[in-house]
């Protein structure tokens, strides 16, 4: 998709705007235009990316990612059903995601950084590809799904020996597991 006839509308758009008030503010709102190029295309990528996310978590078994190819968007949909999943973990049931209060969701993004064991990523990133979904989509299903149903979240199973006794996070009286509730 290409967005740059987007970019240069707003581009044309502010320097109509400016030509009412004179030469120097017209070259200014020029000189602006061409700097506005790199956060006008990441504001239509994220505008994008939103509306992949909502069609996605309104098909079943099917999701739309959107990719970067140079500088352009590209929508790709993945078809295909739930994958097997491990018997250490629990699959996410479609009804799940969707199963948000109008409270809870707005047009609003909160940017998050998450740290996750490369062997953990791995395996997330397992599980979502095999549902058809990109990482982030499929971490915001999770937590969607976790919040929904007021989970307890049971991480002792998990933690492996590359943790060690007494590592921070965990239960010190049993060392084996951490149990809490996601909201």
Do not use: C, H
């Not at 047009?107 to 990482?135: M, V």
Request: without cysteine; glycine residues 10%.
């Amino acid at each position: 998709m290409d967005i740059t006839e987007y970019v240069d509308a707003l581009r044309r758009d502010l320097a109509q705007a400016a030509r009412a008030m004179g030469p120097e503010t017209e070259q200014a709102a020029e000189r602006i235009g061409f700097a506005l190029d790199s956060s006008a295309r990441l504001a239509l990528m994220d505008a994008l990316s939103q509306a992949a996310a909502e069609i996605t978590n309104e098909l079943e078994g099917t999701s739309v990612e959107v990719r970067l190819q140079g500088r352009e968007p590209v929508f790709v949909v993945v078809g295909g059903g739930p994958s097997a999943v491990a018997d250490d973990t629990q699959a996410i049931d479609a009804a799940d995601t969707n199963a948000v209060s109008s409270d809870d969701e707005g047009p609003e993004t909160a940017r998050i950084t998450l740290r996750l064991p490369e062997a953990l990523k791995a395996r997330a990133e397992e599980l979502a590809t095999g549902r058809g979904q990109s990482l982030n989509t499929w971490i915001v299903n999770a937590v969607r799904a976790a919040t929904a149903s007021g989970v307890t979240v049971n991480i002792g199973a998990q933690l492996g020996p590359q943790f060690g006794p007494g590592a921070p996070g965990r239960n010190r009286s049993s060392n084996k597991r951490v149990q809490g509730w996601v909201r």
